[in-house]
Nanobody
Framework: QVRLVESGGGLVQAGGSLRLSCAGS????????MAWYRQAPGKQRELVAS???????GYDDSVKGRFSISRDNAKSTVYLQMNSLKPEDTAVYYC?????????WGQGTQVTVSS
């Protein structure tokens, strides 16, 4: 069974960058599509970006052109490079499969963007 641990969050000013990492305790190679999700206070969790085993990517319109998702199957790690951050990107960020598997949710990593 895979356990996912997110890291890399923090406090950054608007326009800044962060790189999130999601390390799997087991192999994520068998999971076809991995994704990053986020949940802002008072809002539902939403899909931000996804990447297939073959490297095909997809993004929510709100982050297109600013965020970049990638995966390293050999390291069982998924990354989210976030550039040109905006205050509305403030949220707890989680990784999971897409569609998400209930037992894969981790603690997430907090991203706070100040204006």
């Amino acid at each position: 069974q895979v356990r996912l641990v997110e890291s890399g969050g923090g406090l950054v000013q608007a326009g800044g960058s962060l790189r999130l990492s999601c390390a799997g305790s087991g192999s994520i190679f068998s999971i076809n599509t991995m994704a990053w999700y986020r949940q802002a206070p008072g809002k539902q969790r939403e899909l931000v970006a996804s990447v297939s085993r073959g490297g095909s990517t997809g993004y929510d319109d709100s982050v297109k052109g600013r965020f970049s998702i990638s995966r390293d199957n050999a390291k069982s790690t998924v990354y989210l490079q976030m550039n040109s951050l905006k205050p509305e990107d403030t949220a707890v960020y989680y990784c999971n499969a897409n569609p998400p598997r209930p037992f894969y949710w981790g603690q997430g990593t907090q991203v706070t963007v100040s204006s």
